[in-house]
C-alpha cells in the first residue's frame, strides 16, 4: 500500500530520518494541518510503547510457588489428557485402516456392477504393473545372486550388521533415559531481583 506525502513524513519524523530543515518544517505543517498532527500524536504513542514495553515483574514468591507445585506433583495432573489424546490418536488410525479398505471395495464393486469394461481395463492395468514390478523384482535377485557368488562374504557382513545396528539403536535410546534425573529442577529468577 502506497503512503501519501503527508503518512510518508510522519512516518519518517516518527523513525529520526528528518534532517533538522525537514523536521522544522514538518513541525509548522503540524501546526497548520490538525489531521496531520493528531495522527502524529497517536503515532508517536504507538511507538513509545513499541520501543519500551512495560515488563510485567513476577511476585516475590513465583519461583517458591512453582517449585511448590513442581514438588507437589501437579505437572503430573495432565497425563490424562495425554493418555487421551494419545488413545483417541491410535483409534482414528485404526479406524481409518478398516474405513479405507473398506471403502476401496466398495467402490470397485460399484464399478463393477456399473460397468463390466471399466473394471476390466483397471484390473489389465493392474496386472501389468504386477507383471512389470515382478521383472524388475527378478532382475534385482539376479543382481543380488550374482554378487553372491562373485563376494561370498557379503551375506554373512550384512546378516552381522543388522544386529549390531539393531543393538546401536536401542543404546542410543535407552542410555539418555536411564541418566534421566527423576525430578527436574527449574530455577526461576525474578526480573529485577538480581539475585
Avoid at 82 to 105: M, S
Avoid at 107 to 133: E, K
Amino acid at each position: 500500500m502506497a503512503l501519501n506525502p503527508q503518512q510518508e513524513r510522519v512516518n519518517r519524523a516518527l523513525d529520526d530520518q528528518l534532517s533538522s530543515a525537514e523536521l522544522a518544517a514538518f513541525q509548522s505543517a503540524l501546526e497548520e494541518h490538525r489531521a496531520e498532527a493528531d495522527l502524529y500524536a497517536r503515532l508517536r504513542v504507538v511507538d513509545r510503547h513499541l520501543r519500551a514495553p512495560a515488563l510485567a515483574a513476577p511476585s516475590p514468591d513465583f519461583a517458591r510457588k512453582v517449585m511448590a507445585r513442581i514438588e507437589a506433583g501437579e505437572h503430573e495432573a495432565y497425563a490424562p489428557h495425554r493418555r487421551l489424546a494419545r488413545l483417541l490418536t491410535w483409534l482414528g488410525v485404526a479406524l481409518a485402516a478398516i474405513l479405507i479398505p473398506v471403502g476401496l471395495v466398495a467402490a470397485v464393486m460399484m464399478v463393477t456392477t456399473a460397468q463390466p469394461a471399466l473394471f476390466a481395463g483397471l484390473v489389465r492395468t493392474l496386472l501389468g504393473g504386477v507383471h512389470a514390478l515382478g521383472g524388475w523384482l527378478m532382475r534385482l535377485f539376479g543382481l543380488v545372486s550374482g554378487l553372491v557368488e562373485s563376494y561370498p562374504m557379503a551375506p554373512a557382513l550384512s546378516l552381522t550388521i543388522i544386529p549390531l545396528v539393531m543393538v546401536w539403536a536401542w543404546l542410543v535410546w535407552y542410555l539418555p533415559q536411564r541418566n534421566r534425573p527423576a525430578t527436574i529442577v527449574i530455577k526461576v529468577q525474578a526480573v529485577g531481583s538480581g539475585s
